[in-house]
């Protein structure tokens, strides 16, 4: 495709919580990401798409602070983050999850779960000896939200067991509600119901429409289309690292240009 | 009474393997009382072993914290031992180079100052970056330290040594080996209660987050160059009260034991006895001491030198094959870590689970680790 | 300003042999971590069971051919090298097969721990068979080249010379087959992404093999050539394997070539020393040797961790 089919993505969007401004990385000689600008609406569920090797997984990446770009800038809630380390951006309120569930070794739900609110008073050594009561406040708090975000999800019954016994599923569930603990402004989803059972991916549908209506916003990478355009509106289209254009989930399917990318795409 | 038991029930004896390991740590206790008194056992000498057991179980406490809690892999347990052992020597010792035969207390204080200052120093450009770096700094910063103790003999007396280091208090009405055992256990006590009111933490939580994904907890807004330093810090400073200890214990210390092995020794003593877990640490410092002393033993009565070898390549043999059979056969250790990483003041009274997230609370459970079948 | 009673040159030309060394040293564990993507830390005392092996070997290859010589070594120097390359390589696989393939699931940490258990044993069976004692290959002493000391004023005998060349002739050969063999680019392709080279065909456990077969002679050779240049010791391997470890991470962990290049830097640092000794430069003194090679790695850490040829981000 020629460079004139990419449009890009809408840049007019109205009280942006998260927005990329000309984003560029390569690897050695290859370009993963070719000057990308994006924005997020608040309240909204953005999506993400394009073939294998589109460079989503880069962009979340660059995103969130775990690849250091070339060029470009990201800002969130008009605050430039482009030079924060990943846990400050995650502080300034973007979170992301990841693509491959990450079970932590000997932890329980809860406790892998407990590690998501912060700053917690009790991750100060100096605060376990001298705050002692505010600590337990404030742990008592976050194991009762614990709970009942687990109990939303309907997995509450899980929260004894060793996170390992998870199934994929069950711990993407958990990785969304831990995430949402954080308090986020925004919440990056790396595709959130890879390899997981078409049930619990309806839940995993139905819980983040749940929490979109709420007001939490998301920017979501999916491979599953259906998933995605029945929750994402608008979709923003990615190809060889650039961006092809932006869409109602409509627009989107009866593209011709996003068709062909797909069809005639970069290959693994 | 039933606080008593209730504990007992609690930490030590949670599983059929915890109860034959305390089962099997009683029955040598009983024999060792026993040997006391018919006379085999020296008092003196049991007291000494007593107090370097303690010695070692510090260590393995340290490195615990900085291995099993965060996940960093320190090389240097030696160095940071001889930093506390030469702090401690070269201030209170009167016919040391700095003949200034001050108080112990100064010591136990310069081994921390400088152990931490050493640790920081350590810890910045290597703990932001993948974990064998630091595996591999460490065990130069270990040659380091050893070759600046050697070569700087106007400071540190080289491979003569430093004698005359005086006991600790022995103002105290009992026999100077007593004493010194009786402070090893109290500094064990104290060390042990901090690290478990700081691992049941928040900030235990998130540094065994760091330790199975770095790059979740830095998702979630951890920073977690500043939990790694800081379990760095304090693992690097109690293996330095260590150090100081031992300088105390044996009154006279030289290089000879700022080598690789003796790092390898508390490697063993704490994946042995199970990575991330306290009592692990101290169980396992009292196998090591087994496997050394048992050789030792072996050596003086000439068995060894029937197999026509040498005691030092032996015992080197031994923890090398060690490591690998614990690394392949029981990763896990003797005692691997069960508590969840809660604020226990928190949980009580709120419904939350208890010790074990293998969700099978009751004893005998199909225990997902530490059980027989492996 | 002091007259300096050695040419700075000659520094140089110790630094190259040095070099040699640490290179040939460097390459394997180079291989190691970009193939099985793990820190071997027995590395150095590969180094020195090749030494003890060719050793051992000189035991029976003496007898059997007195004195006849090439280059100015003694033939059974040569085979003794062989056999002591062919040894590590065999003991390298055997361990690849016993040790760390077992525990290849519990990851490179879990790898790095058993490899210094490997690392101990290899150390306790070279002391146990040979003592603690150290010893010479036996190669007779021999002066210094004279048309060399002429023209260039510096002293190097022909076992310096024969270091040199045979590692250029050794890494050469390592050049070729990773160029120009099918074994050479199944490994760089395993070593660039070695899911992806699984899924095209390649199959791994010959990469790894070949990969254990060639870092362990190449480890051999250098330790051969640290024992003909110093001395055959029990410890000779561990003590230089934080100076190899720096070299790596100068080059950049993942590439070879990088380590290469590593081990040239690093030996000629290494060696340099002593002449900044003698200029009187404080703090650096022959026995911090190695103290400088563990500062240069602490500032690569510092500045650039990805090393000179490492990939960074």
Same mark, same amino acid.
């Given at each position: 495709?020629?460079?004139?089919?990419?449009?890009?993505?809408?840049?007019?969007?109205?009280?942006?919580?998260?927005?990329?401004? @000309?984003?560029?990385?390569?690897?050695?000689?290859?370009?993963?990401?070719?000057?990308?600008?994006?924005?997020?609406?608040?309240?909204?569920?953005?999506?993400?798409?394009?073939?294998?090797?589109?460079?989503?997984?880069?962009?979340?990446?660059?995103?969130?602070?775990?690849?250091?770009?070339?060029?470009?800038?990201?800002?969130?809630?008009?605050?430039?983050?482009?030079?924060?380390?990943?846990?400050?951006?995650?502080?300034?309120?973007?979170?992301?999850?990841?693509?491959?569930?990450?079970?932590?070794?000997?932890?329980?739900?809860?406790?892998?779960?407990?590690?998501?609110?912060?700053?917690?008073?009790?991750?100060?050594?100096?605060?376990?000896?001298?705050?002692?009561?505010?600590?337990?406040?404030?742990?008592?708090?976050?194991?009762?939200?614990?709970?009942?975000?687990?109990? $939303?999800?309907?997995?509450?019954?899980?929260?004894?067991?060793?996170?390992?016994?998870?199934?994929?599923?069950?711990?993407?569930?958990?990785?969304?509600?831990?995430?949402?603990?954080?308090?986020?402004?925004?919440?990056?989803?790396?595709?959130?119901?890879? @390899?997981?059972?078409?049930?619990?991916?309806?839940?995993?549908? $139905?819980?983040? $429409?749940?929490?979109?209506?709420?007001?939490?916003?998301?920017?979501?990478?999916?491979?599953?289309?259906?998933?995605?355009?029945?929750?994402?509106?608008?979709?923003?289209?990615?190809?060889? @690292?650039?961006?092809?254009?932006?869409?109602?989930?409509?627009?989107?399917?009866?593209?011709?240009?996003?068709?062909?990318?797909?069809?005639?795409?970069?290959?693994? | 009474?039933?606080?008593?038991?209730?504990?007992?029930?609690?930490?030590?004896?949670?599983?059929?393997?915890?109860?034959?390991?305390? =089962?099997?740590?009683?029955?040598?206790?009983?024999?060792?009382?026993?040997?006391?008194?018919?006379?085999?056992?020296?008092?003196?000498?049991?007291?000494?072993?007593?107090?370097?057991?303690?010695?070692?179980?510090?260590?393995?406490?340290?490195?615990?914290?900085?291995?099993?809690?965060?996940?960093?892999?320190?090389?240097?347990?030696?160095?940071?031992?001889?930093?506390?052992?030469?702090?401690?020597?070269?201030?209170?010792?009167?016919?040391?180079?700095?003949?200034?035969?001050?108080?112990?207390?100064?010591?136990?204080?310069?081994?921390?100052?400088?152990?931490?200052?050493?640790?920081?120093?350590?810890?910045?450009?290597?703990?932001?970056?993948?974990?064998?770096?630091?595996?591999?700094?460490?065990?130069?910063?270990?040659?380091?330290?050893?070759?600046?103790?050697?070569?700087?003999?106007?400071?540190?007396?080289?491979?003569?040594?430093?004698?005359?280091?005086?006991?600790?208090?022995?103002?105290?009405?009992?026999?100077?080996?007593?004493?010194?055992?009786?402070?090893?256990?109290?500094?064990?006590?104290?060390?042990?209660?901090?690290?478990?009111?700081?691992?049941?933490?928040?900030?235990?939580?998130?540094?065994?987050?760091?330790?199975?994904?770095?790059?979740?907890?830095?998702?979630?807004?951890?920073?977690?160059?500043?939990?790694?330093?800081?379990?760095?810090?304090?693992?690097?400073?109690?293996?330095?009260?260590?150090?100081?200890?031992?300088?105390?214990?044996?009154?006279?210390?030289?290089?000879?034991?700022?080598?690789?092995?003796?790092?390898?020794?508390?490697?063993? =003593?704490?994946?042995?006895?199970?990575?991330?877990?306290?009592?692990?640490?101290?169980?396992?410092?009292?196998?090591?001491?087994?496997?050394?002393?048992?050789?030792?033993?072996?050596?003086?009565?000439?068995?060894?030198?029937?197999?026509?070898?040498?005691?030092?390549?032996?015992?080197?043999?031994?923890?090398?094959?060690?490591?690998?059979?614990?690394?392949?056969?029981?990763?896990?250790?003797?005692?691997?870590?069960?508590?969840?990483?809660?604020?226990?003041?928190?949980?009580?009274?709120?419904?939350?689970?208890?010790?074990?997230?293998?969700?099978?609370?009751?004893?005998?459970?199909?225990?997902?680790?530490?059980?027989?079948?492996? | 300003?002091?007259?300096?009673?050695?040419?700075?040159?000659?520094?140089?030309?110790?630094?190259?042999?040095?070099?040699?060394?640490?290179?040939?040293?460097?390459?394997?564990?180079?291989?190691?971590?970009?193939?099985?993507?793990?820190?071997?830390?027995?590395?150095?005392?590969?180094?020195?069971?090749?030494?003890?092996?060719?050793?051992?070997?000189?035991?029976?290859?003496?007898?059997?051919?007195?004195?006849?010589?090439?280059?100015?070594?003694?033939?059974?120097?040569?085979?003794?090298?062989?056999?002591?390359?062919?040894?590590?390589?065999?003991?390298?696989?055997?361990?690849?097969?016993?040790?760390?393939?077992?525990?290849?699931?519990?990851?490179?940490?879990?790898?790095?721990?058993?490899?210094?258990?490997?690392?101990?044993?290899?150390?306790?069976?070279?002391?146990?068979?040979?003592?603690?004692?150290?010893?010479?290959?036996?190669?007779?002493?021999?002066?210094?080249?004279?048309?060399?000391?002429?023209?260039?004023?510096?002293?190097?005998?022909?076992?310096?010379?024969?270091?040199?060349?045979?590692?250029?002739?050794?890494?050469?050969?390592?050049?070729?087959?990773?160029?120009?063999?099918?074994?050479?680019?199944?490994?760089?392709?395993?070593?660039?992404?070695?899911?992806?080279?699984?899924?095209?065909?390649?199959?791994?456990?010959?990469?790894?093999?070949?990969?254990?077969?060639?870092?362990?002679?190449?480890?051999?050779?250098?330790?051969?050539?640290?024992?003909?240049?110093?001395?055959?010791?029990?410890?000779?391997?561990?003590?230089?394997?934080?100076?190899?470890?720096?070299?790596?991470?100068?080059?950049?962990?993942?590439?070879?070539?990088?380590?290469?290049?590593?081990?040239?830097?690093?030996?000629?640092?290494?060696?340099?020393?002593?002449?900044?000794?003698?200029?009187?430069?404080?703090?650096?003194?022959?026995?911090?040797?190695?103290?400088?090679?563990?500062?240069?790695?602490?500032?690569?850490?510092?500045?650039?961790?990805?090393?000179?040829?490492?990939?960074?981000?």
């Amino acid at each position: 495709m020629n460079d004139d089919a990419y449009e890009g993505a809408r840049l007019d969007k109205d009280d942006v919580v998260l927005k990329t401004t @000309g984003l560029e990385k390569a690897f050695g000689g290859l370009v993963a990401t070719d000057d990308v600008s994006i924005e997020v609406e608040r309240g909204t569920i953005t999506g993400m798409i394009g073939p294998n090797g589109a460079g989503k997984s880069t962009l979340f990446n660059l995103i969130s602070g775990f690849y250091e770009n070339d060029a470009g800038r990201v800002t969130v809630n008009g605050e430039d983050v482009t030079d924060l380390e990943p846990h400050e951006r995650a502080r300034k309120g973007l979170v992301r999850t990841f693509q491959t569930p990450r079970r932590l070794e000997g932890m329980s739900v809860r406790e892998a779960m407990l590690v998501g609110p912060g700053p917690q008073k009790g991750e100060s050594i100096f605060s376990l000896f001298f705050s002692g009561s505010d600590v337990t406040e404030e742990e008592r708090a976050n194991i009762e939200q614990t709970r009942e975000l687990l109990e $939303r999800f309907e997995i509450g019954h899980l929260i004894d067991q060793p996170s390992t016994d998870l199934s994929g599923g069950q711990m993407k569930l958990v990785e969304l509600a831990r995430a949402f603990t954080t308090n986020p402004d925004i919440l990056l989803l790396d595709e959130p119901v890879a @390899g997981v059972n078409p049930t619990l991916a309806n839940d995993i549908k $139905r819980f983040i $429409r749940e929490l979109n209506e709420e007001g939490q916003t998301f920017l979501i990478i999916e491979h599953d289309m259906p998933f995605i355009m029945d929750l994402a509106d608008p979709i923003i289209v990615l190809d060889q @690292g650039k961006v092809l254009m932006e869409g109602s989930p409509d627009e989107v399917r009866s593209d011709d240009r996003v068709i062909e990318a797909y069809l005639g795409g970069a290959g693994p | 009474m039933s606080a008593v038991t209730s504990w007992v029930r609690e930490t030590l004896v949670r599983d059929a393997t915890e109860r034959r390991i305390f =089962a099997a740590l009683g029955l040598i206790t009983v024999l060792l009382v026993v040997g006391v008194l018919t006379g085999v056992v020296g008092l003196r000498f049991l007291l000494f072993q007593i107090a370097l057991v303690g010695m070692y179980a510090l260590l393995s406490l340290g490195l615990n914290v900085q291995w099993g809690y965060a996940g960093l892999i320190n090389f240097s347990v030696a160095a940071f031992w001889g930093i506390g052992a030469y702090c401690a020597a070269l201030l209170t010792a009167p016919n040391s180079p700095l003949g200034l035969g001050l108080h112990p207390v100064f010591g136990f204080l310069a081994a921390i100052v400088v152990s931490a200052f050493v640790a920081v120093l350590i810890g910045i450009p290597t703990l932001r970056l993948r974990e064998d770096y630091l595996a591999i700094a460490s065990l130069g910063l270990a040659e380091v330290i050893r070759a600046i103790i050697l070569n700087e003999r106007q400071w540190t007396a080289g491979s003569s040594g430093i004698s005359g280091i005086p006991n600790l208090m022995s103002w105290l009405p009992l026999t100077d080996s007593a004493t010194t055992a009786a402070i090893v256990v109290f500094l064990i006590a104290v060390v042990y209660l901090f690290l478990r009111r700081v691992h049941r933490s928040p900030w235990g939580r998130v540094l065994r987050t760091i330790r199975s994904d770095e790059n979740l907890a830095k998702a979630l807004g951890k920073n977690t160059y500043r939990f790694k330093m800081q379990a760095f810090v304090l693992g690097s400073v109690i293996m330095a009260v260590a150090g100081a200890f031992y300088a105390h214990l044996n009154l006279y210390i030289d290089p000879s034991d700022l080598v690789p092995l003796t790092t390898f020794y508390i490697w063993i =003593a704490v994946i042995l006895g199970g990575t991330g877990s306290n009592r692990g640490a101290v169980v396992g410092a009292a196998v090591v001491i087994a496997i050394r002393e048992g050789t030792r033993f072996l050596n003086d009565i000439g068995f060894i030198q029937t197999l026509g070898v040498d005691l030092a390549p032996l015992r080197l043999l031994f923890v090398g094959g060690l490591i690998i059979l614990i690394m392949r056969f029981r990763q896990d250790g003797l005692l691997p870590p069960k508590d969840e990483l809660i604020w226990p003041a928190a949980r009580d009274g709120s419904g939350a689970g208890g010790a074990s997230p293998s969700g099978a609370a009751s004893d005998g459970g199909a225990s997902s680790n530490g059980g027989d079948d492996r | 300003m002091i007259p300096l009673q050695i040419s700075p040159f000659q520094y140089v030309a110790n630094g190259v042999v040095f070099s040699s060394i640490i290179v040939l040293a460097a390459i394997g564990l180079s291989l190691v971590y970009s193939i099985a993507d793990f820190a071997n830390f027995a590395h150095g005392d590969l180094m020195t069971v090749g030494a003890f092996s060719a050793l051992f070997s000189v035991g029976f290859f003496r007898p059997m051919l007195g004195d006849a010589g090439v280059f100015g070594l003694p033939l059974w120097f040569f085979l003794a090298l062989a056999f002591g390359m062919g040894a590590a390589a065999v003991i390298s696989v055997v361990t690849n097969r016993v040790v760390y393939r077992p525990v290849k699931d519990s990851g490179s940490i879990g790898l790095l721990i058993s490899s210094i258990g490997v690392a101990l044993v290899y150390r306790a069976l070279v002391f146990l068979s040979f003592g603690t004692e150290p010893e010479r290959y036996g190669v007779p002493r021999q002066g210094p080249v004279p048309w060399v000391r002429e023209t260039l004023g510096i002293a190097v005998t022909p076992r310096n010379l024969v270091v040199v060349a045979l590692t250029v002739v050794l890494v050469t050969a390592l050049h070729l087959t990773l160029t120009r063999t099918t074994l050479g680019r199944k490994m760089r392709a395993t070593a660039d992404n070695a899911d992806l080279a699984r899924v095209s065909g390649i199959r791994t456990s010959e990469v790894i093999f070949a990969m254990w077969l060639i870092g362990g002679a190449l480890a051999a050779a250098g330790g051969v050539f640290l024992g003909l240049e110093e001395l055959v010791r029990p410890r000779m391997g561990f003590d230089i394997l934080l100076i190899v470890f720096a070299a790596v991470i100068l080059g950049g962990i993942g590439s070879v070539y990088g380590a290469m290049l590593g081990g040239l830097v690093i030996g000629m640092v290494h060696e340099l020393v002593p002449l900044f000794d003698q200029l009187g430069v404080p703090l650096v003194s022959t026995p911090y040797a190695e103290a400088v090679a563990f500062v240069i790695m602490v500032v690569i850490l510092l500045v650039r961790p990805s090393g000179i040829a490492g990939d960074s981000g």
